[in-house]
């Protein structure tokens, strides 16, 4: 069987049964879907309905605001752009090229001896013809026995839901980056001065915690940023000069970023009584995911 699929609107548009793979065989379901292409109205408006449906779709992506916005407009213009370009190109430059492509078409000769194309075909043919002969064999047999596989394929089914308790339960897994971006905030009026104090002395603790074979380097971000454009573009959470940000970077061969998250996250409470300390994402798969949210969340009674 050849089948031409519209891959505008997802639909059969011309199709042929044959024994055998030959020529005619595709250039009927060709000259159907070349017809039905200009003069049916079965295809030209579910395509018109399908363009409708995702132009529709996208203007609400434009009142998106933030990170969001500059991620997800841009895929909506994308889309739109592509559907129209294949509503044209389907009107104008494919049948053209199924009309010159068909032309050109020619009945083969039983007397021509087949070149190595020809043979590697009816040789994949032969073989697909055993397949397709075994597979009809398995299915008349299932088809007997009904109930048996039936029971068969249930119980696969059920002996499959055992292995939820050894799947993952993220739906995005995490990623380790080898970088840590921790956000520090002094208690209410420490002076700019005061939290680059505070900040040399989270340094030392993290240095102790992280081996010197795996840290690459320390970065401080104290205090508001200079311009208010960096302000208003930065994630960072950051309202005075009592918050700092403390970004650690690994070198390739560490241990598990994790690890010292967790660590870090036990140990500095307890060593700076008063301060705030949270762990922001420092890869750009999970700052894209939370749509560039500090996503901290702070419980205080």
Not at 83 to 99: C, D, E, G, N
């Amino acid at each position: 069987m050849a089948v031409v699929l519209d891959v505008f609107s997802r639909r059969i548009v011309g199709w042929a049964m044959s024994n055998h793979l030959y020529t005619e065989l595709m250039l009927a379901p060709l000259n159907t879907a070349r017809r039905a292409s200009f003069v049916g109205k079965q295809i030209l408006q579910p395509k018109r309905d399908r363009l409708s449906g995702y132009a529709g779709a996208s203007p609400p992506m434009f009142f998106l605001t933030g990170v969001a916005r500059y991620l997800f407009v841009p895929l909506a213009e994308a889309v739109v752009f592509a559907m129209l370009a294949s509503y044209i190109f389907s009107r104008t430059l494919v049948p053209t090229l199924a009309m010159l492509l068909m032309g050109h078409a020619h009945a083969p000769d039983a007397k021509t001896k087949p070149n190595l194309f020809m043979r590697l075909h009816r040789r994949f043919d032969r073989g697909f013809e055993r397949m397709r002969g075994a597979y009809i064999v398995i299915l008349s047999s299932l088809l007997v026995r009904r109930r048996l596989f039936a029971s068969l394929f249930l119980g696969f089914c059920l002996l499959s839901a055992g292995l939820v308790f050894v799947l993952g339960e993220d739906f995005f897994p995490s990623v380790d980056a080898g970088d840590i971006r921790m956000h520090m905030r002094a208690p209410t009026g420490t002076r700019i001065e005061e939290t680059a104090r505070l900040a040399d002395k989270v340094e030392k603790v993290v240095r102790r915690i992280v081996s010197q074979n795996e840290l690459e380097t320390i970065l401080d971000n104290l205090g508001l940023p200079y311009s208010g454009i960096n302000l208003s573009y930065s994630n960072a959470g950051t309202i005075g000069t009592l918050d700092g940000e403390i970004q650690v970077a690994l070198k390739p061969d560490h241990a598990p970023t994790q690890n010292y998250i967790d660590e870090l996250r036990a140990l500095l409470p307890r060593r700076f009584p008063g301060v705030e300390f949270f762990f922001q994402p420092a890869d750009i798969v999970t700052q894209i995911l939370n749509f560039g949210l500090p996503a901290a969340i702070d419980v205080q009674i």
